[in-house]
């Protein structure tokens, strides 16, 4: 399908925005990223997300679409180049679709928990939580990639881009608190998968370099606690 | 043949969400009825991660969440009335206003009526709020799904009957007919309509049912232990 007008609004360091940003790459849709200012959102944001006020946005034609994977399934449907995004089965895609909602829900809530801990005991809990949601992940991979190397099976679907756009943070919440959350011995085919992730053709441009998404954390952090 | 059993409770509108829809399409189904409480083996096999109703189970596989119900329900029996349109920008709009009903508009509908203070009127103005916004996006049409049902307005459900009930027993109007006229119509048309007429749960016994729980849950509040939240 010839791409009309395709703008994505967003940001680099956000894991949310990287997800149709995969998407799209899959589909090889030529798009313009208009990058929002941190601490600031543009004309064009508060027009076309009016409930949320949040990025991503994908804009196709003048028509926006909001929520990182409703983007994520729309791209899917539109565009046929590429490979499905999707599993093609009913079943297969309540499962990726279950387990996506868990960790926006869940998985990823407690990410954010560990920094906000208050004390040892707390942290410690924290990072207790996210690694026993790990590992109901792992189970999960092993269920849905039946033997191969991604959630999606040969290639990246739904569910690796819904877990995977997070390892940039998880990789930072490891270094800043010196611990680690995916753990080899402990969710073996994980650890596995993320390095296939993130050198895959569709991510490796994107994914937010380590170091660089460590400095943005420090000066998030030094903000919030000045203000 | 196929097997679908239903893993639910009748008080609860997201199980009841998914009676609708499998009515609406016609399947055939066995309701497992669940107490909230006393959880069976059965369910917490099935749905290990959140031990919660609904759950479907369609031929031995569980399937658990309602919104991803919903959607599993409408690709696996294509015959009947469609719960999403073809169009992937309406799915997509239909998707946005499914999550934003979820996330958004119930808890901070069902906050509205259970906390006091600062609480309770930052959760009435957010209800407002969206309120607002889906007032707007029904403009002439009989349903959010247009001329009939569809998977918005199943997930409404629990605007046009269980908040009122609620509101009701917490003494607000945050949802009227004078406030928001074409909400107000999509409430009558939605009660009325086959289906979910026949199929609501007798609004005396839930009354009852919520009566006892906000009960429940103001005194709790009282001995300063925070809000109860609603069983799914």
Redesign the interface.
């Known amino acids: 399908m010839a791409s009309e007008d395709v703008k994505l609004l967003g940001g680099w360091p956000s894991p949310y925005v990287m997800r149709p940003r995969i998407a799209l790459n899959i589909k090889s849709v030529n798009y313009e990223f208009l990058e929002e200012k941190f601490g600031s959102k543009s004309d064009l944001l508060l027009k076309s997300n009016p409930v949320y006020k949040k990025i991503p946005v994908l804009i196709h034609g003048e028509k926006p679409i909001c929520e990182s994977l409703i983007i994520v399934e729309y791209v899917d449907e539109v565009w046929n180049s590429g490979h499905t995004i999707l599993p093609s089965d009913p079943y297969d895609r309540a499962v990726a679709r279950f387990w996506a909602t868990y960790i926006d829900d869940k998985w990823f809530p407690g990410i954010r928990a560990i920094s906000r801990a208050d004390g040892e005991e707390a942290k410690k809990k924290a990072v207790e939580e996210v690694i026993a949601g790990l590992v109901l992940l792992e189970d999960a991979f092993i269920k849905c990639s039946k033997g191969k190397s991604f959630f999606g099976g040969d290639k990246i679907g739904y569910l690796d881009i819904a877990l995977g756009c997070f390892l940039g943070w998880l990789r930072v919440t490891e270094k800043l608190g010196n611990f680690a959350l995916l753990d080899e011995s402990k969710t073996p085919n994980l650890f596995k998968w993320a390095e296939k992730f993130s050198s895959d053709d569709a991510v490796k441009d994107i994914m937010p370099q380590t170091d660089k998404l460590m400095e943005f954390a420090k000066v998030l952090m030094a903000k919030s606690k000045a203000s | 043949m196929a097997e679908v059993k239903l893993y639910g409770s009748w008080s609860s509108p997201f199980s009841h969400r998914i009676e609708v829809a499998l009515k609406l399409k016609g399947v055939e189904y066995e309701f497992i009825s669940e107490d909230v409480h006393n959880k069976s083996p059965l369910l917490l096999k099935y749905n290990p991660?959140h031990k919660k109703i609904p759950v479907l189970v369609?031929n031995g596989?569980p399937?658990?969440?309602s919104?991803?119900?919903l959607?599993?329900i409408d690709?696996?029996w294509e015959e009947g009335p469609s719960l999403l349109p073809k169009d992937?920008?309406e799915?997509?709009m239909v998707?946005?206003w499914a999550?934003?009903l979820d996330e958004k508009g119930l808890p901070a509908m069902l906050k509205a009526c259970l906390r006091i203070g600062e609480e309770q009127e930052k959760a009435k103005e957010e209800s407002t709020e969206l309120l607002k916004?889906l007032e707007g996006t029904l403009s002439g049409n009989k349903f959010f799904g247009g001329d009939t049902i569809g998977m918005v307005d199943i997930v409404a459900n629990f605007m046009s009957y269980w908040f009122i009930i609620w509101q009701e027993l917490a003494g607000l109007q945050v949802l009227t007919k004078e406030k928001f006229p074409k909400l107000g119509e999509w409430m009558d048309e939605y009660l009325n309509s086959d289906i979910i007429k026949e199929n609501l749960p007798p609004k005396d016994k839930l009354t009852e049912y919520f009566q006892a729980r906000f009960e429940a849950t103001a005194a709790a509040n009282a001995a300063a232990a925070g809000g109860g939240g609603l069983p799914k």
């Open positions: 991660v369609h596989k399937i658990c969440e919104l991803v119900i959607e599993y690709e696996t992937p920008y799915r997509a998707r946005f999550k934003l916004f």
